[in-house]
């Protein structure tokens, strides 16, 4: 049993020390920490992108990522396991990004409620709501609820001041709210 919960959730220092490893070259500590974090880093891809093909690709681009940029990895800001996250975030949003189908328009919106709410009601209140805010607004709090993405994130993505996305995503949830409250009334 320990064995499967090791296989399942590798040991902080023990990715550290792989990522030390890899920065001097070492293949063999490379294929270890592939072998180690994939089912994890691929579960990533998958919710982000919600295509498994894309994520696979994801998967391969961050862990070609991971082996040259494995040098930058430092400890003292964080898990050896949180920065490879991070790197296989960025490479499915960076990807997603190129794909031109995949839009944050009303298709995506009403996936996004049929995923997340049973209650039919709800999501065509909230569908109705999200068409109410503007484009910007409306990525916002999309990218922000449903990818995850932190104010820093959203800002660099949008090329605008962080100060800037944290005043939309206010007003966004605010007018949402408003709107939703007039619903239910």
Known sequence: MDQKVK??????DELADLLNAIATGDRAAFRALYDRTRPLLLRVCTRLARDRELAHEALQEGMVRIWQKSHLFDPSKGTALSWMITVVRNCTFNMLDQRVDLPL????VQN????GLPDVAAATDISRCLATLSEN???C?????HFGLSYEELAERMAVPVNTVKT????SVRQLKLCLNNEAE
């Open 7 to 12: 296989a399942s959730r590798p040991a902080p």
């Open 168 to 171: 939309w995503i206010h007003r």
């Open 105 to 108: 328009g009303d298709e995506m």
């Open 112 to 115: 996004l409620e049929q995923t």
């Open 137 to 139: 607004y409306r990525q």
């Open 141 to 145: 709090i999309i990218m922000a609820y």
